[in-house]
């Protein structure tokens, strides 16, 4: 299909509004005009000494052309506009009221249906505008119908990515924030995201399509234009020191309360939403500067990551004053690319992401490794600390001498062994007239016997015997492969060590101390080895009852 043809010569405005005939014709699309009432411009926007004039008129005779479905596109008009072929009315966007005044519908793109005659015919706009701009605004191109969609579609691609990119990263440190450490930064990256989502969302021509609420398009812009600041003063606040991160939070309060406020105003019918503009670029311009000030003062001691944060930023932030240069007319009209800067943001934020994250899974091996290591030592030091107490369990804490518990166990394993064909023998010893003793001397020189007996019968048996005391002043010495012989020998060493020895506690002295023994040995007093016990009891009982200070051998007759 031929073309577009950009609509930029031929025109011609005339300030002021047209009367009307008595069927509602406004006049001045008939009438001949006084010379000068109508002067030539090269755009429809913003004529010359406007002087606070709420209308102007534009016309133009339309070219002939190739077009089989022609339309006028136009992106977009400020702010509402009646638009007429020769005396026909064939288009409105917005609506006036009873005193011809009329309220902001949004920014949207207009497809404006042209009949198959349109070629030399006028074709005149009646313009109503309270803002600060006036007439047409973008481009106004004659083209074929279905070009107008395609043309949308492949400016919209890439802004559609955009915009689902920066929502989902708005998704992502959302729920970070809540879970997190560093909420505010991701909170800041989280509702710059959002913002610059929802903005490049409404302001991309593609979402018309999505949804034709014009209006409602314009305050989801102006919600994520005003909010960006906050997102970015947000995430920055925390880099800075005490000074210069109060002057930061300031700003982003300030743009804060400026987004209820002005939203809140619009909402509420006391101003235009196209009104709030033209306020919040005037202090973005102020704040902007402002807040690369405090950036630059203390850029060197920022890291790396925070360094290419604020280089991103810088980008965003020269595109939005290309975009509102364009937007106030001190540049000539262009598409300026917002969404790119919101992109490089976007993925500034994500490269710091994903290597924080590698960072963060590093150290988490290490840390692992780490506690490994700590687990292994504690239960090595575990482990002693059982063999430890498994020793105390075994022990007499008086005497130092292997205790009932151990005596029970070693007795079995040497009775079992015994039987196999190996000699065993048992001897019980008893500290004669304890009682008497102690309640001569006292408990603590008891104790004090006991000990020192312990350590006598220890030195006077062999290694291979195993001495335990068997509770309060009852010994019980096993010696494995020993024959009752050789057991009485060392008892009768032993008793007569204890007869010369004079026993002290502390300056007292106690005096003489005497036991009295019983020997059994397996095989030669009984058949089974685990009797023993029994058989050096009897014995025992028997050298006690023959006068103490003595030790018995079993006799089966006794
Ligand atoms: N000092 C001290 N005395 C103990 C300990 N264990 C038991 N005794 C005392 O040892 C005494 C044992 O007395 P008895 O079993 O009547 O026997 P005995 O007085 O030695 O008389 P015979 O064995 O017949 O010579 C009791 O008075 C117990 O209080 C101890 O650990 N320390």
């Not at 339309?62 to 077009?67: Q, R, S, T, V």
């Not at 932030?317 to 106030?328: E, G, I, P």
Request: aromatic share 10%; net charge negative; proline share 4%.
């Amino acid at each position: 299909s031929p073309s577009p043809l950009d609509l930029t010569e031929g025109w011609e405005y005339r300030w002021g509004d047209s009367p009307r005939f008595a069927d509602d014709t406004p006049a001045w699309l008939v009438e001949e005009a006084p010379n000068g009432a109508w002067q030539a411009i090269g755009f429809p926007s913003n004529p010359p000494a406007r002087n606070g004039n709420r209308y102007v008129w534009f016309r133009i005779t339309l070219p002939a052309g190739e077009w089989r479905d022609p339309v006028l596109y136009i992106f977009s008009i400020d702010l509402l506009a009646q638009v007429f072929l020769d005396t026909e009315l064939i288009y409105q966007h917005g609506s006036f009221d009873a005193d011809e005044e009329g309220r902001f519908v949004g920014w949207p793109w207009h497809m404006i249906s042209l009949p198959e005659d349109y070629a030399g015919r006028q074709l005149a706009f009646r313009v109503y505008s309270n803002y600060t701009d006036i007439g047409l605004w973008g481009e106004v191109r004659l083209m074929d119908r279905p070009d107008v969609l395609s043309m949308i579609l492949s400016r919209s691609a890439a802004d559609l990515v955009i915009a689902a990119f920066c929502l989902l990263l708005a998704l992502l440190a959302g729920v970070f924030a809540l879970i997190q450490q560093h909420r505010q930064s991701f909170a800041g990256i989280g509702l710059f995201s959002l913002a610059s989502g929802i903005m490049v969302l409404a302001e991309t021509q593609a979402s018309q399509l999505l949804l034709a609420k014009p209006l409602l398009w314009s305050y989801l812009a102006a919600a994520g234009y005003y909010a960006l600041p906050v997102g970015i003063g947000l995430l920055l606040e925390p880099w800075f020191k005490a000074r210069h991160s109060l002057w930061i939070r300031r700003l982003w309060q300030l743009h804060l309360g400026y987004l209820v406020f002005a939203l809140g105003l619009a909402l509420s019918g006391v101003v235009n939403l196209s009104t709030t503009f033209p306020v919040y670029d005037v202090l973005l311009v102020v704040s902007l500067p402002t807040l690369f000030l405090f950036v630059s003062l203390q850029l060197r001691q920022l890291s790396g990551e925070q360094q290419l944060v604020i280089a991103a930023y810088g980008v965003l932030a020269l595109l939005l004053l290309f975009d509102m240069a364009v937007a106030h007319g001190f540049l000539p009209w262009r598409l300026i690319p917002v969404s790119l800067g919101a992109l490089i943001f976007s993925l500034a934020i994500v490269a710091i992401s994903l290597r924080h994250y590698a960072r963060t899974q590093r150290e988490l091996v290490k840390l692992n490794q780490h506690l490994e290591l700590q687990v292994t030592e504690r239960t090595h030091a575990l482990q002693d600390m059982v063999e430890k107490f498994r020793a105390f369990s075994y022990q007499d804490p008086l005497t130092g001498l292997k205790n009932r518990r151990h005596f029970d166990e070693i007795f079995a394993h040497e009775a079992a062994i015994a039987r196999r064909g190996a000699t065993l023998t048992l001897v019980m010893l008893d500290i004669d007239h304890f009682k008497h003793f102690n309640d001569l001397h006292g408990h603590e020189a008891g104790d004090a016997v006991l000990v020192a007996t312990g350590q006598l019968i220890g030195e006077h048996f062999r290694e291979a015997d195993v001495v335990c005391r068997l509770g309060g002043e009852e010994f019980v010495v096993v010696m494995p492969g020993a024959s009752a012989e050789q057991a009485c020998e060392a008892v009768e060493r032993l008793l007569r060590t204890m007869r010369q020895r004079r026993f002290q506690h502390g300056e007292a002295s106690l005096g003489r101390v005497s036991l009295s023994c019983g020997v059994a040995s397996y095989p030669e007093h009984t058949d089974d080895p685990l009797d023993l016990i029994r058989l050096a009891d009897l014995a025992l009982y028997r050298a006690k009852h023959c006068g103490r200070d003595r030790s018995e051998t079993y006799e089966s007759s006794a």
